[in-house]
């Protein structure tokens, strides 16, 4: 095989992308205006995978759209390599630009879609490029076909393939995988990840599915109502939620949330859940008798435990054996709130068992349950 980095080279090289207190407000006429983002930052390494997660209406594609400069600025900033783009129509942004919408010319072959792009260079050249590609993308047999007719699948593909062709510093991709079925994303995922590593896009990419940003990203960026409400790396997040709202969206299954009160004893400080007991916490800034949300991963919690204090004890309406680990949705007394409390593998709970547990101290995270922001 040519070697790839041979063919494909010719990148521009790896370039910061900033996005500087970024707005956008909708004007319909007879509407009232909508603020889809509001004040956005964010500061991208070059060469960097970032992931953008968030709720269905947070504005992540409005974001994109902004970036690739397919929607006005209301204001603020984007500046690509320290150089300001908000102002530069789209084509001379150099951007790749792999959306959801395929957009590939119905008169043309995949072939001449995917070098439409390159119509500059020597022809000899375009067709290595489009071949390497192609092979890489596992797509070679779909080259010499017309777009009508092809699935979503392979449409998603041809389009991930026209936004990688031309090496751009700056790869937007918005649910680039979402129409492949379980083995063609995995391959897909994997040769994404290894192309941007060896040519250094600068990428964004927007994705419901918490796994493919996990894989896939350097850094996540959480977002809700049009502002980023985390930023780090995919175990900074998971581990060290900074709020109730990033600690709900990421992590499947999800988190268990539960009311309680603090309780401090000496240099210890607890919570007290229900009637069901008290779990010890490592967080410091929390008041005796303050009311809190109390936040703990499935998980994170640790079964067959006799100590009597700074445990949660409940009985189990369910519990499923998942081979792997057993998962018990748990009733709290003086609670109507499902807990869901990962088990151990070859323990075996039955529905009606009281249980018995807790989780590290570190990994018992409290929060305001106004503001919603992460006592520590
Ligand atoms: N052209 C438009 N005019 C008015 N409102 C718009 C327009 N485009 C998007 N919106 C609104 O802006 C908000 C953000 O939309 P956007 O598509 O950016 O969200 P998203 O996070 O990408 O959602 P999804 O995950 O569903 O694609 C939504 O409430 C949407 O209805």
């Not at 205006?33 to 953008?52: C, H, K, T």
């Not at 990840?193 to 959480?222: C, N, P």
């Not at 229900?274 to 936040?295: I, P, Y």
């Amino acid at each position: 095989m040519t070697a790839v980095n041979d063919v494909l080279s010719g990148a521009s090289t790896a370039q910061s992308l900033v996005l500087d207190r970024l707005y956008k407000t909708y004007e319909s006429r007879g509407r009232e205006s909508f603020r889809a983002v509001r004040g956005l930052d964010l500061e991208i390494e070059p060469g960097e995978m970032v992931a953008l997660l968030g709720p269905s209406g947070c504005g992540k594609t409005t974001t994109l759209r902004m970036i690739a400069g397919l929607e006005t600025v209301t204001s603020g900033d984007i500046r690509i390599g320290g150089a300001s783009v908000a102002d530069l129509p789209a084509r001379r942004r150099n951007i790749g630009v792999g959306f959801e919408s395929y957009a590939l010319y119905p008169p043309l072959s995949v072939r001449e879609n995917l070098a439409y792009g390159l119509k500059a260079r020597k022809a000899k050249d375009v067709r290595q490029r489009v071949d390497v590609l192609a092979e890489r993308l596992g797509m070679t047999e779909l080259l010499d076909l017309r777009p009508a007719g092809l699935s979503s699948g392979q449409k998603q593909r041809i389009a991930l393939a026209r936004a990688l062709i031309r090496n751009p510093p700056v790869l937007l991709l918005d649910e680039p995988l979402s129409h492949l079925d379980a083995s063609q994303r995995q391959r897909v995922r994997r040769e994404l990840k290894v192309l941007q590593r060896e040519f250094g896009y600068t990428t964004i990419v927007v994705t419901h599915d918490q796994l493919e940003a996990l894989s896939l990203a350097d850094r996540m960026a959480v977002m809700d109502g049009g502002v980023i409400r985390q930023f780090g790396t995919p175990d900074e997040i998971f581990d060290d939620p900074a709020n109730l709202f990033v600690a709900d969206f990421v992590g499947e299954p999800k988190i268990n949330l539960i009311e309680g009160t603090v309780r401090a004893h000496g240099d210890r400080v607890t919570v007290q859940v229900g009637q069901s007991g008290e779990l010890l916490t490592a967080a410091r800034s929390a008041a005796d008798g303050q009311r809190v949300t109390v936040g703990v991963r499935p998980q994170d919690c640790r079964t067959g435990i006799g100590a009597e204090a700074t445990v949660l004890r409940g009985e189990i309406r369910v519990y499923e054996n998942l081979l792997e680990f057993g998962q018990a949705t748990v009733i709290l007394p003086g609670t109507d709130t499902p807990i869901t409390v990962q088990t151990a593998p070859g323990d075996h709970w039955s529905h009606g068992d009281t249980i018995r547990f807790d989780a590290h101290p570190e990994r018992v995270y409290l929060f305001d349950p106004e503001s919603g922001e992460r006592l520590r």
